[in-house]
């Protein structure tokens, strides 16, 4: 095993040239088979006072709070940026998001509830964010995931559109083979 996390190198290969060897200081290999599960052994002893749920290199905080609740997400924050720090790793305060998910017909409500930080700066609140592929809204409904599935269709039904226009249709067989389509349609 620790040949596996130890003293590695790696390197990046477009067509037939390579690049020069660096050597990583820290994490677990990607795109092996035993680089997820190590990672999450590497985490496993992540403690936060609120469920943390991980997966694969994503971490997911959050909280259940009534009105008269005293927050204590920052503090599961400020344990997890400790920890990644003691680690050797750290957060990404850009790719980290805050929504807040409140059926509260008190407009209001929102204001009171503080910022959350890692190390000193604000967290963005957001009215929705994507969690594992899934867009979540803070009103809990389906369009945005929706609205964000029927874009990337569009874009992808587009390019297909371009290869029959330009005449590649046996790409677009293979293409629509892949994918349990018929190409003669």
């Not at 957060?91 to 998910?101: M, P, Q, T, V």
């Amino acid at each position: 095993m620790a040949t596996f996390l130890l003293d590695r190198s790696q390197r990046v290969k477009i067509g037939s040239e390579y690049s020069h060897s660096g050597h990583p200081n820290g994490g677990v290999p990607q795109g092996t088979l035993s680089g997820p599960k190590c990672f999450l052994v590497y985490i496993n002893d992540l403690r936060t006072t609120v469920p943390l749920y991980k997966y694969v290199d994503d971490s997911t905080l959050f909280e259940i709070c009534d009105r008269n609740y005293v927050s204590v997400i920052q503090e599961s924050v400020d344990i997890a940026a400790r920890w990644t720090e003691q680690n050797d790793m750290n957060i990404n305060s850009e790719k980290s998001k805050e929504i807040i998910i409140s059926f509260a017909q008190d407009c209001n409500f929102r204001s009171t509830i503080p910022n959350i930080k890692i190390d000193g700066r604000d967290i963005a609140q957001v009215c929705h964010a994507k969690l594992l592929g899934v867009t979540i809204s803070q009103d809990l409904t389906w369009n945005k995931h929706v609205d964000n599935i029927v874009k990337k269709a569009g874009k992808r039904l587009y390019r297909l559109y371009q290869l029959k226009r330009a005449g590649i249709t046996q790409t677009l067989k293979c293409i629509f083979s892949w994918i349990g389509l018929r190409g003669d349609t």
